[in-house]
């Protein structure tokens, strides 16, 4: 694979020209007055995947959009990658703080990418990520070194929440088995020091109602006499943690995984700045669970939190109200072994038994999924170190996230594989936000990286 | 005033009439569209008042809408009332849940009125009840025994914070001078259980906003190691009180006038069903402050609620985004030796001494005012007193309202003289909802309570 610098310094302008097209296409998969873009734009995946090489490629019908499934297979007797990606982006809304059209790309400097980046809805989610496993594949096809075999599997839901994903996998296992699956759908600490993304929470998503009085009443006759919901509400959500910021539901924590101080060691090796993110915030102090620290407090660590609040009068000037109803959305990030459902049925449990009587408690679980870990000294986490190694020149850090990607469980679930997230967006790169765009570099970096991961993956397949 | 009842009786048909033809003008002060309407209104009252009998009547400008003044000056030694009422109205919204149009009245009977009630727009809120004070009038200048003088001021403005009529108080005490104010726009117990309205309480609201982040986040990569400004505001709310539901804020109480036992076991006479009460909210349980019943926690206690919160998403579905920032309107009712503006004070030191540092607060007052008391041994309470049990048969309970009136504690610190609550409303009015209406027994009988109001008022007056 020497020659991959040199494949991918030739063919850049073409790459680039590619995925500029994919980007023209408003592949968003929230609202149905795309359907037809989003039909087009999984066609144009199955023709990138047929030209780079590709025995079969297939549309894959399923209850939602469609699933690009497409495979080269060398040698039974070698491992197997399954690539993950998807080809829908999220909506461009709000338009108007778009500084050129979400889906007429341009390419423009900023700092961070002095090489340029392109800017386009779905640049680095995922378009970008996603055709750079098309083009590394292409290159190996190409110089006859593709070292194992190789299976796309590209979804159009995955802004919507994967709906159709679970139902395809179950019913695919085998079409779909594999050593690894790969996915370039995440991030990495900056272009001088790649990371790996290791683990990613669970979720439990709730929606709680509290219920006073059976109509809205006016404060000064009623007020002090009957529980007010909302009054009521801020008392049981304060409850909910302790004076040291731990969740205070009982049997919230069994189970979640006390890491070593080594490996706590390890972690804190990242290279960070409690000033910097502070600042960038705008916040005076940091803020979490005493004991651990904002990078252990934002990823290893389970939490509670009101991602919205509604209830009596929220218009302009003044209503002496006391409302009937008072509402929050209530999200905990789960960490592996804490069971997302056990968690939703404790949570639930908890806030019913401490709603006062004067009060009606309903709480409606949304949706969930587990977290997970891959393990460092695992081969796949190994070949994709090894594989940034070689073209960054810098060993990557193995980073746990904060946020959850559910389809990552179901995988290991399902098809019994590890998944290896090499990502290669930045923080930066305003994804589901408007301007989101993705670096030349890394994009040209990701497609460089990708074939040494499988070339390490085959050599330390075959030690096993 | 021993041909009141024959008097109002053979004059029913026609004030009822009157009253109709007033409450057609939709003056709602807070449409502008009404703006003319008002107008006319103002207008409708100032010749009634001509037609009473009034020696001078005047349409007084001021910034706002004008107020109607009149007055009938028999003998500069004897006592003079002034008569305050306001011909403005609320809103008719929400229009589609009335059964008749609210600017159409009709007469129908219902299970509390089976001699029949106005329904309309105003009927009690306070057209009604201050044209009985313009029939009483009339009544008492048509069978020549007006006992004192007598001073009407009519405002336009009172559903919209009776903007203007501070300015005018201000500027008219000569005009405006009396012995003391009689007001009807409170209600009453029952048409059986006649009660005066002793003490409103006050008022200070407030509106905070808590920041966290400078923007929203992704609860996934950064929950758990920021503050959640949700999170943290319902903290801070439930912090007001303590487990008796005692409020927390230092210096909340002082002044707060401890009621003598005595006082609560006559304010505990009033006919009052807890198991009625709480049947009617559809609530199992009552709630509030330790120590107090549910008619002292709602009069002669303060109070802290909520109004309205908000903040992060409030929508359909799920979002995992932590708020950059939280709201919540917050009012305190507040009870007589409470300054509104000392509690606002105390209340915005206290709210930003109890926010941590990784987040700002903000507290913006809105507006406020004082609580009142009436000494249920004055000669206007007693006169008021008489005057009910003449004409009802039974000695009226004296009843403090949660509410707030700020325009008492205008006149008592313009004016110097106390104000009585000779309400005639019924809670089951439906003042500032749809299909208000207002008994034709309760407006007949309050035209014949008033001038035995001023009858004993002079009388009193003499032996002081």
Redesign the interface.
Known sequence: MENIKQYVQENKERFINELIELLKMPSVSADSAYAQDVINTAEAVKASLEKAGCDVVEMCETPGYPIVYGHKIIDSNLPTVLVYGHYDVQPADPIELWDSPPFEPVIKTTEIHPEGAIFARGACDDKGQMYMHVKAFEYMIANNNLPCNVKFMIEGEEEVGSKSLGWFVERNQEKLSCDVILISDTGMISNTQPSITTGL?G?S?V?VEVT????D????????????P??????M???L?DENNHITIPGFYDGVEELSLEERAQMAKRPFSQDAYNKA?????????TGYT??E??SI??????????????GE???????SK????I?M?LVPNQDWENITELFQKHFESIA?????VKVTP??GGQGYVTPIDSIGYQAASKAYSDSFGTTPIPVR????IPIVALFEKELKSKTIMMGFGLDSDAIHSPNEHYGIFNYMKGIETIPLFYKYFTELSKNQ
Chains 1, 2 share one sequence.
């Open positions: 929470r979720l998503y929606e006073g009085p059976n109509r009443l006016h404060s000064g006759l009623y007020g002090g006499a009957v529980a007010n909302i009054n009521v509400l801020t008392k959500i304060a409850s943690h915030l705008d916040i005076a102090e940091e803020y979490g669970e904002t990078n407090r934002n660590r389970p939490t509670l939190d009101v991602n919205g609040i509604w209830g009596g009068y929220t000037g003044a209503k002496t109200v006391i409302a008072a509402y929050a959305k999200s990030r006062p009587k004067a009060v009606k949304h949706h996230s904060g946020g959850s």
